[in-house]
């Protein structure tokens, strides 16, 4: 039966993935202060999985922007967001995760894959996100949580 991608569920290797990154994420105490999430289904069982028990609902925000968006959507809504926020998570899809990680971490990845990781630290407003140079980036796939 045909499936609008929309509403395609997250596969098994996917939840097992997020399954991994829930217990990195536990493990290392990281817990943003706001979730921007696109509304597909596959980036909603991403977040119930990977963060559950970490956030809580009121701090998660779904956007219909996020849902095959451009490079250029993902950045306004991160310059867009408040000042008082220190840590800010984007749970999106390709290829606009990939192109927003090259543009702020300036390194090419060959992949960003389903359920990786990507932060990336500065030290300046939200709103000049993409002038900025990033002061720590760290990048994690579901391969590098399996281990050797």
């Known amino acids: 039966m045909y499936q609008i991608d ?3 569920p997250l596969a098994s290797k ?4 997020a399954g991994l990154l829930n217990k ?3 493990i290392h105490k990281i817990m943003p202060d706001i979730i ?4 597909a289904a596959r980036t909603k069982e991403t977040l119930e999985i990977s963060l559950k028990d970490i956030v809580t609902s009121e701090k998660v925000f779904f956007k219909d922007e996020l849902y095959h968006a451009s490079k ?3 950045l306004n809504l991160i310059q867009l967001s408040n000042e008082e926020i220190s840590s800010l998570m984007i749970i999106g899809h390709n290829p606009s995760m990939h192109n927003v990680f090259e ?3 300036k390194q090419t990845i060959s992949k960003f894959p389903t359920c990786g990781l990507a932060s990336i630290a500065f030290q300046d407003s939200w709103k000049n996100i993409a002038k ?4 720590e980036i760290n990048f994690i796939t579901p391969k590098s949580l399996k281990g050797p």
Request: glycine share 4%; net charge negative; charged share 25%.
């Open 6 to 8: 929309f509403d395609r």
């Open 14 to 17: 996917g939840q097992n993935d």
């Open 103 to 105: 543009q702020l971490s």
């Open 36 to 39: 921007l999430s696109s509304p």
């Open 132 to 135: 900025l140079v990033a002061d």
């Open 24 to 26: 990195f994420l536990k």
């Open 72 to 74: 250029e959507t993902v």
